[in-house]
């Protein structure tokens, strides 16, 4: 009998820790999500120098009648012009799709990214803001469309002489599980690699901020200026180049920081906005630019130009306002 009660007693005090912290419905559900955290896939791609991939986010994917959220037409045409490209793969800087539990958003992009499904395109996303809105059912929907990352928020991948890591900047960064494993990523960097992308959707450094000058922006959190310094610490020291990719702010901006070059890039069909750029920025425009980023990696030697989309009614017009060559490590000392 006392057997009984103090199973009974040890039952009772974990369903109770679980339904305290996190509902009854969902313990078993996070203790595996958690788990997940601390295996991170470590992805592939057979690929040789030279490549190139593309870039970009904040595209907003949602029922395209509603032009009050995002720019549908704009956001068609990247589409399009992408798919036209044939990038080796695609870095998605998160805001996929307008909120992340709408599955009525995600059969939107299902339906208009299907030309990249056709040719084959891989695509590696960062969770954005938008994409975790009602989190529990926006991860299931946002894990069905990429299995591939086993139901983890942060992940690798490995192509050539490149590291991509990408890392969900709703969770702690420089701490946690998530830190952890960047910081062994890092230290374990294999020598055959030339450049560390790191991908999240908000950005270390924008010129923008929340007072939203022009009409948009968002001031960078102490969270990424706390890993930039860090990322930067490293770049001092790493015989490898790190390059910063993210989004958030929708339009496009380019900082140079510690020996690391930051892009925002979040011109993909959420309306974009202009914004202010601080006097030393490379880059200055006051126009809204819809745009992507095609990054041509080679041994040595990185090239990333902005190609920006005007749109007069149904004619699309391409420039290229900023190209930018990014040395390797062994170059650029």
């Not at 701490?175 to 030339?194: C, F, I, M, N, R």
Request: net charge negative; glycine share 6%.
């Amino acid at each position: 009998m006392n057997f009984r009660r103090r199973t009974f007693t040890r039952a009772l005090l974990l369903v109770l820790a679980c339904a305290t912290s996190l509902g009854l419905m969902e313990c078993t559900k996070h203790s595996a999500t958690a788990a997940a955290q601390t295996a991170a896939p470590e992805l592939t791609l057979d690929l040789k120098t030279p490549f190139q991939f593309v870039a970009y986010g904040d595209t907003r994917f949602h029922d395209p009648s509603d032009t009050d959220d995002a720019n549908p037409s704009a956001r068609r045409a990247l589409v399009e012009a992408i798919a036209q490209a044939s990038p080796a793969f695609i870095c998605f800087t998160g805001d996929i799709v307008y909120n992340g539990n709408d599955a009525d958003d995600w059969k939107v992009w299902e339906t208009e990214t299907s030309p990249w499904r056709e040719k084959k395109i891989p695509v590696f996303p960062a969770l954005g803001n938008h994409d975790l809105h009602g989190e529990q059912a926006a991860l299931v929907n946002y894990f069905q469309r990429f299995p591939q990352l086993k139901g983890s928020r942060y992940y690798s991948v490995r192509a050539a002489n490149v590291l991509l890591l990408v890392i969900d900047s709703a969770l702690e960064e420089l701490s946690g599980p998530q830190g952890t494993w960047l910081a062994d990523k890092l230290d374990h960097v294999p020598p055959e690699v030339d450049f560390v992308f790191i991908m999240d959707h908000h950005p270390p450094y924008t010129s923008s901020s929340d007072e939203k000058k022009y009409g948009g922006g968002h001031s960078s959190r102490p969270h990424e200026q706390a890993l930039a310094k860090m990322l930067e610490q490293r770049q001092a020291q790493a015989r490898y180049r790190i390059v910063f990719f993210s989004g958030h702010v929708h339009n496009y901006e380019r900082h140079e920081h510690g020996g690391i070059t930051y892009f925002v890039s979040g011109g993909g069909g959420a309306h974009a906005y202009p914004i202010e750029r601080a006097p030393g920025d490379p880059f200055q425009s006051k126009e809204i630019n819809y745009h992507y980023l095609v990054v041509e990696v080679d041994h040595q030697q990185l090239k990333v130009t902005m190609h920006r989309l005007e749109l007069n009614g149904d004619k699309a017009t391409w420039t290229t306002p900023d190209q930018v060559v990014i040395p390797g490590p062994a170059v650029a000392k």
